[in-house]
């Protein structure tokens, strides 16, 4: 969806390399969330943000930072990547709580880390 | 930890034919909803189905809710080979309406 856009779309690292996925939206939503995918499995929640000076962490935070540097724009971090950190990542965005609203989806950043 | 789980893990069906994919869950839920995933893309919301909520169509989408046995539907009706994708069920409870929680997943594959 090109209202939410993911840079790189495709990254290969060293084990130890400092790495980040940006996010960014056209949206206008405050709600921003970033998940892993792994083959075979669901999503599973990173961290997630209501506002700018609002982030919190999801299930899996461990090795990972995130910065939201304005209402359109998320980041995530990994401090010192680890091979057990390949997955598809995505951010998403929503209006409000879940309970009521849909997430938009990026496309997706495949992170391979060796 | 998954709150949804589908069911079944992958589904092969000719083009023309409906396909039905379900989803249990375990704690009560506030709503639940069905994203479609092609092929290492991102997800797309296809359709929100509240707790009070027994049946929904969109399309040739039809959706079922049963609070009672903590499980949905999703019916794909005149499946066209457009529809190969994965298929999750994500459910909003209790307090956490922050929070999606994704199964893992129904491939489903129309053959043409």
């Known amino acids: 969806d090109a209202d939410v856009t993911q840079t790189p779309r495709n990254r290969i690292t060293k084990t130890g390399k400092r790495i980040m996925l940006e996010c960014s939206q056209t949206k206008g939503h405050d709600r921003m969330y970033w998940y892993r995918q792994d083959p075979g499995l669901g999503l599973q929640l990173i961290y997630y943000s209501f506002d700018v000076k609002d982030i919190n962490k999801g299930e899996i935070s461990d090795g990972y930072s995130v910065s939201r540097q304005a209402q359109a724009k998320f980041s995530l971090s990994l401090e010192s990547a680890i091979p057990n950190q390949t997955a598809l990542y995505f951010c998403?965005?929503?209006?409000?709580?879940?309970?009521?609203?849909?997430?938009?989806f990026g496309p997706g950043t495949r992170l391979t880390v060796l | 930890s998954q709150q949804g789980e589908e069911d079944p893990q992958a589904l092969s069906i000719q083009e023309g034919e409906n396909a039905t994919m379900n989803c249990s869950y375990k704690?009560?839920?506030?709503?639940l909803q069905w994203y479609r995933q092609n092929s290492g893309r991102g997800l797309v919301h296809l359709i929100l189905?509240?707790?009070?909520?027994r049946e929904k169509h969109s399309g040739r989408l039809r959706v079922t809710l049963d609070t009672s046995k903590k499980s949905s539907s999703l019916l794909i009706t005149a499946s066209r080979a457009a529809d190969t994708a994965s298929y999750f069920c994500?459910?909003?409870?209790?307090?956490?309406?922050?929070?999606?929680?994704f199964g893992k997943g129904t491939l489903l594959t129309v053959n043409p």
């Open positions: 704690t009560s839920i506030n709503n």
């Open positions: 994500a459910t909003s409870s209790g307090g956490s309406n922050y929070k999606l929680t």
């Open positions: 998403a965005t929503s209006t409000g709580p879940s309970s009521y609203n849909e997430q938009f």
């Open positions: 189905i509240r707790s009070n909520e």
